[in-house]
């Protein structure tokens, strides 16, 4: 049970927007703890999607945004497209736990 | 390009040790902090540990504290994971991830994971 919590799955139609949330406390997100996002296609390596709550590394389209508010941080995608069916992660620091933890991840279905 | 590439995974019996490679190219290794980060099968990540670019803070998730130990040797751009005591549970593949920012860092500041290896798996059973 992670301490960052993700819905299991979301799905759209391509070329709808849908958004992930991920859901702390003031122990994590809640402390001003940067949050960060990777997409894991299927059999791959997750890739830094986010950075830093809102931040696109360079080669990431701009469908792809990041938001912190409070406890919560959220992924909005827009303009969905079927390439873009994979797991998606959030991550932060928990000073509770004096760790980097991530999120236990949403599966995102294009329909 | 920028590259890691993991080794050193294999099946373990409960027990035993096992030491993780990464190999670094493409970028200068010395000046990065370095993550390891697992995935059990059909699971999410979980963070397992961090070394500071020099090596000298080194940071571990609780399930892995006083059995693992990361280590690094700039002078041959390769990380590694000792990893003693295995049990059932460390099953999972492993990922080695680099900091996106440079400099030394308290995990409290990461900057994300911006570069990741294949993973390498490893298998703990009788």
């Known amino acids: 049970q992670s301490v960052l919590t993700q819905p299991p799955s979301v799905s759209g139609a391509p070329g709808q927007r849908v958004t992930i949330s991920c859901t702390g406390r003031s122990s994590n997100i809640g402390a001003g703890y940067e949050v960060h996002w990777y997409q894991q296609l299927p059999g791959t390596a997750p890739k830094l999607l986010i950075y830093?709550?809102?931040y696109r590394p360079s080669g990431i389209p701009d469908r792809f945004s990041g938001s912190k508010s409070g406890t919560s941080a959220s992924l909005a995608i827009a303009g969905l497209q079927a390439e873009d069916e994979a797991d998606y992660y959030c991550q932060s620091y928990d000073s509770s736990l004096s760790a980097v933890v991530f999120g236990g991840g949403t599966k995102l279905t294009v329909l | 390009q920028v590259q890691l590439v993991e080794s050193g995974g294999g099946v373990v019996q409960p027990g035993r040790s096992l030491r993780l490679s990464c190999a670094a190219s493409g970028f200068t290794f010395s000046t990065y902090g370095m993550h390891w980060v697992r995935q059990a099968p059909g699971k999410g990540l979980e963070w397992v540990a961090l070394i500071s670019y020099h090596g000298n803070n080194e940071y571990y998730a609780d399930s892995v504290k006083g059995r693992f130990t990361i280590s690094r040797d700039n002078s041959k751009n390769t990380l590694y994971l000792q990893m003693n005591s295995l049990r059932t549970e460390d099953t999972a593949v492993y990922y080695c991830?680099?900091?996106?920012?440079?400099?030394?860092?308290?995990?409290?500041?990461?900057?994300?994971?911006?570069?990741w290896g294949q993973g390498t798996t490893l298998t703990v059973s009788s």
């Open positions: 991830a680099k900091e996106r920012s440079s400099g030394w860092h308290h995990p409290s500041r990461s900057y994300g994971m911006d570069v």
């Open positions: 830093d709550n809102s």
